[in-house]
């Protein structure tokens, strides 16, 4: 994201890839950052979580039900929101519908291939 949260518009968006690391356990604080995922989610956009990027997505409240991965320390928080959390290795990924999580950034490639594909778009690899 390269502008305030003000100025996000979610129809503006073709879909949401939401990074690790320590970010998301501040950011899902922010009402404007919640309202756009679930509107973004609505719209049955892809959405891609990698690691503690679940954050946001419980925050949202999207995921109950759904199958999702992150990394451990996320465990708790996926499981109160009622995702069902699979264990997979650090470079795979879990795709339920529009939402695709990895358990790290080692499976980066995966994530943008599945993102890409829900988009439409043809890929060469």
């Known amino acids: 994201l ?7 518009k979610h129809k503006e968006y073709d879909g949401l890839i939401i990074p690790g690391g320590r970010a ?11 309202n756009t995922i679930i509107e973004i989610d609505k719209e049955r956009k892809p959405i891609i979580a990698i690691s503690k990027g ?8 999207i995921i109950e039900g759904m199958r999702v991965t992150s990394c451990p ?3 708790n928080e996926i499981k109160l929101s009622r995702g069902k959390y699979v264990s997979v290795d650090k ?11 990895g358990y790290s950034w080692h499976a980066n490639p995966k994530l943008m291939q599945e993102f890409m594909r829900q988009l439409g778009t043809k890929i060469y690899i």
Do not use: C, G, M, W
């Not at 679940?54 to 409240?61: C, E, F, K, V």
């Open 91 to 101: 470079d795979n990924i879990i795709v339920d519908h529009n939402i695709i999580t």
């Open 24 to 34: 998301p356990e501040y950011i899902k604080l922010d009402e404007r950052v919640i």
């Open 54 to 61: 679940i954050q946001l997505l419980t925050a949202a409240n």
């Open 2 to 8: 390269n502008i305030s949260f003000d100025k996000v």
């Open 73 to 75: 320390s996320s465990i």
